[in-house]
């Protein structure tokens, strides 16, 4: 015998798992996308990065080293 296909699992809300409601996707209500707001907003989330010092040549700008000309 042969299964039936299954249905996609709907997503679920990242903050309380909840199926997800289009109109607040990919959340479950206008309370779980404040409450993630609330925590991009307050540094609780935060995307890694390398400093842009790290990546600058030694010397830098000459307006940074007090040369105006």
Do not use: H
């Not at 959340?27 to 907003?41: E, Q």
């Not at 830098?60 to 040369?67: D, F, L």
């Amino acid at each position: 015998m042969t299964e039936a296909p299954r249905k996609p699992k709907a997503d679920s809300c990242p903050i309380c798992r909840k199926p997800a409601q289009p109109a607040f996707a990919p959340f479950c209500s206008a309370r779980c996308a404040d409450i993630d707001l609330g925590r991009w907003l307050s540094d609780r989330y935060v995307i890694p990065a390398e400093d842009e010092e790290a990546d600058a040549p030694q010397g830098g700008n000459e307006r940074e080293n007090g040369s105006d000309r």
